[in-house]
Structures are given as structure tokens and as C-alpha cells.
């Protein structure tokens, strides 16, 4: 007699009706914080891209808007840790193995560099030429002239880790559909975070000094639908249809759309005042709804058992299969 339904009936439930693995108790802030996060590691290379070629309104905007961004998100994910001293506990100790510990740490270091560098862009506004400022530095401001370059660099260094760092957070749990994309999901952050700064960037920023940003919005949104779908089509299927059902498969199809229409846009409108901004919110929204869309599959695929226990059942055939009987998941029956 079997103890448990057969695994490949439709209606297969786990004991007593519950989740074989339990959902992860994370609300919308952290789903901002994804998207948030993107836009910061982004914007932090196109300030230091601006930095080197003299582009002096997009290093500007793009530090403002990373630290922007980084503040935001930050204040998100310390509302859904409920306490504000839990972000500080977490940065008591450094746990290699752990990416929620390395990136707290990415995420202090980054703050810490763009926020330099973005004060001495908010006291050069009232200079106006001068070696006035607008904040009362006094004999600060030599100090931070001298920093800000090298604090420039310091944020550019943390911006990959920081866009990449919360595609490993989600993949390296038992979470059924972030598990399955663990190889390819830091490619697919990595390129929507390229499109949320390029876009942020093209809408604040005057067309004379966004070529090369247009340039990478059209790299990125190559990168981000290529990536998604060697994501998809190295899944197993069972894990990736919450990507394509309910909300998160709206949020995914959408993703797709307006990448590619920003792209278009970026190639086609990038040098008009009017069509770039309307290219950036497209780009922005591509970002945002790539990691939201990823992230509510997620939550979708560890409240049903079925995502959980077949693709179980197939990498144990496939084990069996290959005449592995050796280890403590395959057994010789």
C-alpha cells in the first residue's frame, strides 16, 4: 500500500496538505530591494564610465541615482527585517559561505563610496565655478575633492557584486524555481540591472552625453533576453512553469516586451529628448519586472509540492539512468 499519492498524479499533495518546502516569509520590500539593488550596481559603473570621459551630467546623475536607489532599497529591506539593528548584526561577523553576509558587506561598501561621491556632486551644485560649495564643508572640502575620485572607483568596484549578489541569495535555497536557475540567474540580474541604469540614466540625463549609455542598453537588452531564455531552457520544465503561469508569467512576458522596445527605442529614439525618456521607463520597467516576476515564481513554486517533488523524481531516474547507485540520494531498486 502506498504511503503517499503517487507523484505523478495531478493532484499529488505532500502530508497533510502542506508545503514540502516551506515559502520564504518575504513580502514586497525585498522584491524592491531586488529591483533597487540592480539599479544601484549599475548606476555605480556608469558614474565611474562618465567619471573617465569627462561626461560630467551623466557621472552626476548616475551617482545620485545609485545612491538614491541604494538608500531606498536599504530602508526596504531593513523594513522587512522588522528591526534596524538586525542590518547591523548581520555585518558583526563575515561568513564566506553565506551570501546574505557577503552581501550586507557589498552592500555597506557600495553605500559608502557612492555616498561620498554623491555629496561632492550635491556641493559642487552651488559652486557655480567658485571654491564655494553648497554644504557647509569648511575645511572638509579639500578632503572630499580629493577622495571623490577614488571613492568613484570604490563604488564601481562593489556595483557587479551588489547587482549580482541576490540572484545567489535566491538560487542558493531549496526553493524549487530559484534553485533550478542557479547557474544562469546572476547573468540574468547582472543584465537587468545594465537596463534599469542605462534607462535611469537616459531619463535624466541630456542626450549629448548618453551615447554610451544607449550603446550598453542595447548590449544589456541582448544580454537579458538571451540570458532568460538559456535560463528556461536549462530549468527543468516542471520548475519553470511558475515563470510562465498567474501574475509572474504576466510579469515575465511584459519583462520581455518592453526590453525589447527599450532596445529599439535605444537604437532608434536614444538621441531624442522625448523618445529616450520614454525608452528609459521602458528599460526601468523591463528591470523591474524581470526580478519581480522571478521572485514571485519563486514564492509560487515552494507553495505547491509538485514543483518540489518532480523534478526530484527526475533527477533520480536520471541518476539511475546513468547506473549511479553509489551515493545517498540513488538507491539500486
Known amino acids: 500500500m502506498l504511503m503517499v499519492p503517487d507523484v505523478e498524479a495531478e493532484d499529488f499533495a505532500s502530508y497533510y496538505g502542506r508545503a514540502v518546502v516551506k515559502p520564504p516569509p518575504w513580502g514586497h520590500e525585498v522584491a524592491a530591494y531586488l529591483f533597487l539593488g540592480g539599479v544601484a550596481g549599475g548606476s555605480g559603473l556608469i558614474a565611474l564610465g562618465a567619471q ?16 538614491a536607489s541604494v538608500a531606498l532599497g536599504g530602508a526596504a529591506l531593513v523594513k522587512d527585517l522588522g528591526r534596524p539593528e538586525r542590518f547591523y548584526n548581520m555585518l558583526r561577523t563575515i561568513k564566506l559561505t553565506s551570501p546574505m553576509s ?18 561632492a556632486e550635491v556641493d559642487r551644485l552651488g559652486s557655480r565655478g567658485s571654491s564655494r560649495g553648497l554644504l557647509p564643508l569648511g575645511p572638509l572640502r579639500p578632503v572630499l575633492q580629493a577622495v571623490e ?7 564601481a568596484a562593489f556595483s557587479p557584486p551588489l547587482a549580482a549578489y541576490t540572484a545567489v541569495l535566491l538560487s542558493d535555497t531549496a526553493n524549487p524555481t530559484w534553485n533550478a536557475m542557479h547557474r ?14 542605462a534607462g535611469l540614466a537616459m531619463v535624466t540625463t541630456p ?6 549609455v544607449r550603446a550598453l542598453a542595447v548590449i544589456g537588452v541582448v544580454g537579458d533576453v538571451v540570458a532568460m531564455r538559456l535560463t528556461e531552457a536549462r530549468m527543468d520544465p516542471v ?25 529599439l527605442g535605444a537604437l532608434l529614439l536614444g538621441s531624442n529628448r522625448a523618445g529616450a525618456i520614454l525608452t528609459g521607463l521602458a528599460l526601468l520597467g523591463a528591470s523591474a519586472a524581470t526580478r519581480v516576476g522571478v521572485f514571485e515564481a519563486g514564492i509560487a513554486s515552494a507553495k ?3 514543483y518540489t517533488v518532480l523534478p526530484q523524481r527526475r533527477r533520480l531516474e536520471a541518476r ?14
Open 52 to 67: 573617465l570621459t569627462g561626461r560630467d551630467a551623466l557621472r552626476r546623475n548616475a551617482r545620485l541615482g545609485g545612491l
Open 102 to 119: 557577503i552581501g550586507s558587506w557589498v552592500l555597506t561598501a557600495y553605500s559608502a563610496g557612492i555616498g561620498v561621491a554623491a555629496v
Open 149 to 155: 575620485p577614488w571613492a568613484g572607483w570604490e563604488a
Open 184 to 197: 544562469d540567474l546572476p547573468f540574468v540580474f547582472v543584465s537587468s540591472a545594465t537596463l534599469a541604469a
Open 207 to 212: 542626450t549629448r552625453e548618453t551615447a554610451p
Open 239 to 263: 520548475a519553470a512553469e511558475p515563470l510562465h503561469q498567474g501574475h509572474p508569467g504576466q510579469l515575465m512576458r511584459w519583462a520581455e516586451r518592453l526590453a525589447v522596445g527599450g532596445g
Open 304 to 306: 505547491d509540492p509538485r
Open 320 to 333: 539511475r539512468a546513468a547506473g549511479v547507485t553509489d551515493d545517498s540520494i540513488t538507491t539500486a531498486g
